[in-house]
């Protein structure tokens, strides 16, 4: 597999992912991915981006509630 960004190698590893939503921040360590040797750039499999996704629609729902008892 070669990167988009740079052509470099892709190969089997695990990254982080982190996101910054609706004033909180997430960071899920050790998600399976294909990792470019040259660049670092992550490529994540469908499975583990639906997986992610399923996580932030619940943590967005508790931050929500969280937010309006300080309202």
């Given at each position: 597999?070669?990167?988009?960004?740079?052509k470099?190698?892709?190969?089997?590893?695990?990254?982080?992912?982190?996101?910054?939503?609706k004033?909180?921040?997430?960071?899920?360590?050790?998600?399976?991915?294909?990792?470019?040797?040259?660049?670092?750039?992550?490529?994540?499999?469908?499975?583990?981006?639906?997986?992610?996704?399923e996580?932030?629609?619940?943590?967005?729902?508790?931050?929500?509630?969280?937010?309006?008892?300080?309202?």
């Open positions: 597999m070669e990167c988009h960004y740079c470099g190698k892709m190969v089997a590893g695990k990254t982080a992912y982190s996101v910054n939503r004033g909180y921040h997430l960071v899920i360590d050790e998600v399976p991915a294909f990792v470019c040797t040259q660049c670092g750039e992550p490529y994540f499999e469908e499975k583990s981006i639906q997986l992610i996704q996580l932030i629609s619940q943590v967005d729902e508790r931050a929500e509630k969280i937010q309006a008892v300080g309202a």
